[in-house]
T-cell receptor, first 113, second 115 residues
Framework: GQQLNQSPQSMFIQEGEDVSMNCTSS?????WLWYKQDPGEGPVLLIA?????ELTSNGRLTAQFGITRKDSFLNISASIPSDVGIYFC?????????????FGTGTLLAVQP | GAGVSQTPSNKVTEKGKYVELRCDPI?????LYWYRQSLGQGPEFLIY????????DSGLPNDRFFAVRPEGSVSTLKIQRTERGDSAVYLC?????????????FGPGTRLTVL
């Protein structure tokens, strides 16, 4: 099935560092979402973006909806050990009434205390 | 709890066997989604229910996969003649309405292992 291109694949950083990851698509989306997944759990929504160019923050997290509607970025500032996990982007084209999500390949984040 | 629940949490079966995976959505949520997550990958859409009907089953990989939601609440994903390639975590998500794209709440998943 279709998966979005997400990079980097993994990141190993020191506590307190800032983190950036991005996601690209070959097709246009109307909504971009960022999720975090811990081992043995389902993805949990972090941020949702609804308009091209939109910049949204949730605490130390900031995400942007690319102007072309084909990409999105997530930044985490001042990382802490509990930020460890796998981060996924997801897009929805909103075609019809399905609103199924197309996910990225994931970014594994490891934070060294 | 009030979240999406899935049973069993783990299922080990032999190649060729039949399995059923169950999803209990959040009470009152009309939209229900099944996704499959292979190791090291993001979730991939399988099927979407609005109420009792499968409104979009375009993600089902082949006719060995089938899902039902007879009363518009609990859903069961059924896999016939399982193959080793079916091994994955099967995730269920629900939302109040299909328009609530930002409110798809995921369950913890069922890890299926086909030996």
């Amino acid at each position: 099935g279709q998966q979005l291109n997400q990079s980097p694949q993994s990141m190993f950083i020191q506590e307190g560092e800032d983190v950036s990851m991005n996601c690209t698509s070959s097709s246009i989306f109307n909504t971009w979402l960022w999720y975090k997944q811990d081992p043995g759990e389902g993805p949990v929504l972090l941020i949702a973006l609804y308009k091209a160019g939109e910049l949204t923050s949730n605490g130390r997290l900031t995400a942007q909806f690319g102007i072309t509607r084909k990409d999105s970025f997530l930044n985490i500032s001042a990382s802490i050990p509990s930020d460890v996990g796998i981060y996924f982007c997801a897009g929805s084209s909103g075609v019809g009434a399905t609103n199924k999500l197309i996910f990225g390949t994931g970014t594994l984040l490891a934070v060294q205390p | 709890g009030a979240g999406v629940s899935q049973t069993p949490s783990n299922k080990v079966t032999e190649k060729g066997k039949y399995v059923e995976l169950r999803c209990d959505p959040i009470s009152g949520h009309t939209a229900l989604y099944w996704y499959r997550q292979s190791l090291g990958q993001g979730p991939e859409f399988l099927i979407y229910f609005q109420g009792t009907g499968a409104a979009d089953d375009s993600g089902l990989p082949n006719d060995r996969f089938f899902a039902v939601r007879p009363e518009g609440s609990v859903s069961t994903l059924k896999i016939q003649r399982t193959e080793r390639g079916d091994s994955a975590v099967y995730l269920c998500a629900s939302s109040l309405t299909p328009l609530a794209v930002n409110e798809q709440f995921f369950g913890p998943g069922t890890r299926l292992t086909v030996l």
